[in-house]
């Protein structure tokens, strides 16, 4: 039985939990294998600044850590943003994966370009952050938002029928746009899609779901991430690194 | 056979007899795959000797789309094809609705889920051009670190047999040097003839050797996990399919062969 862990990265209660628990049952995943999602211990409460992406970096740097001597196999992020993954990956051995770059990369076997679907017009910057910083941003046919806040917590949830239109629009937009594959932009999409993919005539890629497979498919084919390519701190300050969340959590 | 199985077709490249299509075959012991996949090799009726000229990459195009045109009304969930050139897959996929993986493009996306650049290790010199064509496809030439080979003839259906002790050590030198002075991440192996020396070379190495065969099954059961498959934007379907013109040239090539 290998043991995959999962990082989430709001300090959610069980139901937050449970509301991102339920992409596992979207991505078909191994009954060989086990999940456990972990909340970070303290975060920011949005993702629409540099101020949010660095201290969501360290939240989840600080959650995924011990994940190794915890007797897990491999770490995945539940955000497409693919915080605090590069620092993981410079202290752990054992598999760490984003869902963002992953997603986008393996659109790119399905099709020549894709689109990538973000939530509101906050959210672009970091959109194209992280298309400059993968080096993708010429694969991409477009940025679309269906102008909808997010709800990190409750998801889509009670109000699909608001926000499901909305979504398809905009997915619309990047099909005539050009993009051959559509890529939700967020794992907190995942509920949509189905909709979406019922009603658009090309591949949508949920990256929740794919990067648990593509977990499993590393873990399959015995594979982790090059220690070249992420190279190791001199001096790993662990203890510095949790007491910094430690005293995060206890000012909230 | 349970509902969840999943049925792979393999397309091996070369016509083959039932040993060296079973060398082949052993590509699958090298992953864990879950025990609902069923892979079915078969191999192409007629192929052109080797893949190092433009001559060559037409005719390895038309006998993998021949070979595996008719996988879905077959009942096959999904085709694999086994060539790093990803010969056939973009015709294969205008027909088809069920996945095909392309194995090339699948092992360079995967590889930089791993890391920033991959090299490309090869056995011979006169199969870059194969590399190149598919970087300049993906639009991905400035992540590959670099190709080298051994400058090697392979052999494409008795693969390393009695050859091992000279070939493990060049590659490994080989690879060594994408490493090193290449400045890849990952080491790509450029051809899944070249799966028997991977495991010699993942133990040897400090990085990543990506085994592009077994990728392309796992590739293939996540993506039927997930119900995704190639976009028809990007592989348009022809007006007018013609399967049993296809199947003519390739009886008539196959028995061009046999006579020859």
Redo the contacts between chains.
Sequence with gaps: MSRILVLVPFALDEQGLANRKSQLA?????SDIEYDFRPVKAGPSSFQSPHDWLLLDVAIFEAGLDAERDGYDGVVIDTASDSGVDALRSVLDIPV?GPG??SL??A??????FGVLAQWEPGLARMRKSLADW?LA??CAGVEHFDTEPDFAGLIGDKRDEVFPKMEAAALRL?EGGA??VCLGSTTMHEAHGHL?ERL???V??PG??SY??M??L???????????YPRPLVAKEELVHAMLDGAASDS | MTQSTRRILVVVPFPMEPDQLAKRAEQQEE????ETVELHYRSTQAAPSNYVSAHDYVLADIGLMEAGMRAEEEGFDAVCIDTVSDSGVAALRSMLTIPV??PG??MF??A?????RFGVLSMWERWFGLYERTLR???ME??CAGIRSIDIQPDSKNLFEGKEETVLPRLHDAALQL?EEDGA??VCLGSTTMHQAHAYL?DRL???V??PG??SY??A??ML???????????PEPLVPKPEMISAMLSAAAEVERLA
């Design positions: 979207e991505a078909g995943v191994r994966l770059k992953a990369l393996f790119l076997t399905l099709g020549k370009s080096g010429a694969h099909v051959d594959v993919s005539s090309v591949p890629v949920n779901p794919l497979k593509l499993e498919m873990l399959a084919a015995g594979l982790t991430h090059s220690r070249s390519a | 992953v864990l795959l879950p993986i392309a493009k699948t996306m995967t930089l889920m791993l890391g920033r496809e993906l639009a400035d992540r490493i991440d990952v993942r400090p990085v990543p990506l085994n077994p990728l796992l590739t059961d996540t996990a997930l119900g995704l498959t190639h976009s028809r934007t990007a592989y």
